[in-house]
């Protein structure tokens, strides 16, 4: 079936330092493949997406880049500010008679410190 | 804006209460969801519904029902709470496109504690 897996957490950095959390999938077909991120207190929000092997999606300066060959979808950020500071969930699409239904990780906390 | 609202933000009942979590989404969306989360495990699936009055079993249905009368309004049912049922529980709403790249919109969530 599909799965996705995330690196544990937490995650914590220094302000302008650089972010990667690694994400890791298994399915079949071609999946598309979404960033979600949950502030404190907050629900989830989209944060990026990618459709096809080798789409980069980027939003908010984040990046993850869709990589067939090692079934991967990296987040990264060249530069982390105390506001990313957040849960990060990578998930996959599965493909219904009724619609799209996602497949989340467990999530990666991110702690950004001064 | 798409939005998507949950009826409590918190919530403490006892164990054999009825609950009835609410969710009401103001985009006109075909499916809704209800996930909950916990730490750990992330999200996982409870039941979702792609029409009024249509539903279907998510990964994790047992000690759940669902209700949806309305296109806007999609209901989460614990019909005798127990206390491994406390959680944050999230509801998020998508329409039909036939694109797989849907986006789902959250609400806030529910943190609901059965004692």
């Known amino acids: 079936g599909n799965s996705v897996t995330q690196m544990e957490g937490p995650v914590t950095l220094s302000e302008e330092a650089f972010l990667t959390i690694n994400c890791t999938y298994t399915a079949t077909g071609y999946p598309s493949l979404f960033w979600y991120v949950q502030y404190p207190g907050e629900g989830l929000q989209l944060l990026l997406k990618?459709?096809?092997?080798?789409d980069k999606g980027s939003n908010k300066g984040f990046e993850a880049t869709y990589r067939k060959e090692t079934t991967s979808f990296h987040l990264e950020k060249g530069s982390v500010q105390v506001s990313d500071s957040a849960v990060y969930f990578c998930?996959?699409?599965?493909?219904?008679?009724?619609?799209?239904?996602?497949?989340f990780g467990t999530g990666t906390q991110l702690k950004v410190e001064l | 804006d798409v939005k998507v609202t949950q009826s409590s933000r918190y919530l403490v009942k006892r164990t054999g209460e009825k609950v009835f979590l609410e969710c009401v989404q103001d985009?006109?969306?075909?499916?809704m969801f209800w996930y909950r989360q916990d730490p750990g495990l992330g999200l996982r699936l409870i039941y979702f519904s792609y029409d009024v009055k249509m539903k279907e079993k998510g990964d994790i249905p047992e000690g759940y029902s669902v209700s949806r009368e309305k296109k806007e309004r999609f209901s989460l049912i614990l019909e005798s709470a127990s206390t491994n049922q406390t959680s944050m529980y999230l509801c998020?709403?998508?329409?039909?496109?036939?694109?797989?790249?849907?986006?789902?919109?959250f609400g806030p969530g529910t943190r609901l504690t059965v004692l």
């Open positions: 998930a996959l699409n599965r493909l219904t008679g009724g619609g799209n239904k996602l497949t």
């Open positions: 990618a459709t096809k092997a080798d």
């Open positions: 998020a709403s998508t329409p039909i496109t036939g694109m797989s790249t849907d986006t789902q919109y």
């Open positions: 985009m006109d969306h075909e499916n």
